[in-house]
């Protein structure tokens, strides 16, 4: 059996054959002759879990499952990369054009995305679907430093909510795409991207009763 030289800077453990019929796409390709795999570690530890292959248990080596696997002995392995619809929406970027042919997203689809953000709801304005966020702030500064916030987000987007600063202490955001007359994909984007301000040295101060 070959022996395969790999130059790779990740940790190469010896995992189970995976059948030819199960070929996943990815940028880095290795082809072995002998029963490799590859595993990155999931980054921070979170709930993720690991992309590729695992290490099998050791009941399943005791089994010798592998041996009762149909394949082929020369199989391709490859390092799994996220595509897009695998990034959340606030990793996305906006669409720096929106073709006024293109059709607003409809209501179902609408409903479908919101819940990928918090805070926003869908309302209906002269027939135009839109997404509205308030914030409720400590004082009149606070609203002034939460829209300086917001624009610093938005500013690299080319994508910008309509915001009102109403009463002294209320921020209203409406996000739309005026050239189809509705929601593109580009409104959630920036809710999300929107979401993840930090407001809470802007909030009005919890009383504390002795």
Not at 33 to 44: K, Q, W, Y
Request: hydrophobic share 40%; aromatic share 8%; with cysteine.
């Amino acid at each position: 059996m070959a022996t395969a030289h790999l130059s790779f800077p990740l940790r190469l453990p010896h995992l189970s054959h995976t059948p030819s019929h199960c070929k996943p796409t990815g940028l880095f390709s290795v082809s072995t002759r002998s029963r490799l795999g590859f595993r990155l570690p999931a980054m921070g530890g979170d709930m993720l879990g690991d992309f590729g292959a695992r290490d099998p248990f050791p009941a399943e080596l005791e089994s010798q499952f592998g041996e009762k696997v149909l394949g082929n002995v020369s199989t391709e392995h490859k390092i799994l990369i996220p595509n897009l619809d695998a990034l959340s929406l606030a990793q996305q970027q906006c669409d720096p054009y929106v073709s006024p042919m293109q059709p607003p997203m409809s209501e179902d689809e609408a409903t479908k995305l919101l819940k990928k953000v918090i805070g926003w709801r869908l309302i209906n304005e002269e027939g135009n679907l839109k997404l509205q966020c308030l914030w409720k702030l400590r004082d009149y500064q606070c609203g002034i430093e939460l829209i300086n916030r917001i624009y610093k987000v938005v500013e690299s987007t080319g994508h910008f909510p309509d915001l009102h600063l109403e009463q002294p202490n209320q921020i209203r955001a409406v996000l739309w795409t005026s050239s189809i007359g509705g929601l593109s994909m580009n409104d959630f984007i920036v809710a999300a991207k929107l979401d993840e301000i930090k407001t809470s040295d802007l909030a009005p101060r919890k009383r504390v009763w002795a």
